[in-house]
């Protein structure tokens, strides 16, 4: 049967650092195996940490660590010992206090999770509750319940304040963020197929619209400038509308609408002002050619 030294791989002569870092790999090595699948295994794990608890006890005490060096001397002598000598008994482990389980009340309305300590995975050193990364190797140690937010043990599968499962409930929300995603992709297609749907009766209203402006704008220097512009518009616009109707076209209806409605407007009004050119220009040649007769 392996002493304490070999149970912490560790020379007798180690000194107590040695120790103390040998303790805390240990430790930490059997304390990560306390939530492993196998019962067996956890069994093992909680009886190992008990027999770890009481080598750093024995170890770390100057006059206990010398009685058990005396010990494992007297031992070792075996058959060459003499005859008469009384057996020295051999230290037995006696498992320490179990601690209480029960959560103190001030620990109850914190929002950290209580458990004796919280080992870092990456480097085993052993971190204070609550710590969220680890205070030599920076390793995340903490994380928050995806339910109740409260800080938990990055390796606890269970939160022990609401009792969510946290692989079930991140799947959960998985789930739904890949259902949300896969909603908005497919609005994103309609959307997409709307628009080319459209695309014809927006392309005819916008050049509409267009022309309908400078056409107006033209207007202002001379009025039958805008003419060739409005004509355009109202062309487009009546393509606008021979296309039929369907879901979303309303605005690009209506724009081709007003184009439509401005530029026959301005082509009657133009036209009616050229009509009345013609005609006082028709009644001065008649006045005239009426007067060169002598009538």
Not at 31 to 49: G, I, S, Y
Not at 119 to 143: D, E, H, I, M, P
Not at 203 to 212: I, N, P, V
Not at 253 to 272: E, P
Request: net charge positive; charged share 15%.
């Amino acid at each position: 049967m392996s002493n304490y030294y070999e149970t912490l791989k560790i020379s007798q002569s180690a000194t107590s650092v040695e120790i103390q870092t040998a303790y805390e790999t240990a430790y930490n090595y059997w304390r990560n195996l306390v939530n492993h699948h196998d019962p067996q295994m956890v069994q093992k794990a909680n009886q190992t940490l008990m027999a770890i608890e009481q080598i750093r006890t024995t170890l770390s005490d100057p006059v206990k660590r010398a009685n058990y060096d005396a010990s494992l001397s007297i031992g070792s002598i075996g058959g060459l010992a003499d005859a008469t000598a009384q057996p020295v008994a051999t230290p037995m482990i006696t498992p320490p206090t179990a601690r209480s389980s029960a959560i103190p009340a001030s620990m109850a309305q914190s929002n950290i999770a209580h458990s004796d300590s919280w080992s870092c995975a990456k480097c085993y050193s052993v971190n204070a509750v609550g710590t969220r990364f680890c205070k030599k190797c920076g390793n995340q140690l903490g994380k928050d319940c995806p339910k109740c937010n409260t800080l938990l043990e990055a390796s606890a599968q269970f939160c022990s304040v609401c009792g969510v499962s946290i692989r079930d409930f991140e799947r959960e929300a998985e789930i739904k963020t890949a259902e949300a995603e896969a909603l908005r992709i497919a609005e994103q297609r309609r959307l997409m197929q709307v628009e080319a749907m459209l695309a014809p009766v927006k392309k005819h209203a916008d050049l509409a619209s267009t022309m309908m402006g400078i056409g107006c704008l033209a207007s202002l220097c001379y009025g039958v400038v805008g003419i060739p512009f409005w004509t355009i518009s109202l062309i487009n616009a009546q393509k606008a509308l021979s296309i039929s109707q369907m879901y979303g076209d309303e605005k690009y209806r209506q724009k081709a609408k007003t184009a439509r409605l401005v530029s026959g407007i301005s082509l009657g009004l133009v036209g009616l002002v050229l009509a009345f050119y013609v005609i006082a220009f028709v009644f001065q040649l008649f006045v005239t050619a009426t007067q060169g007769t002598g009538y």
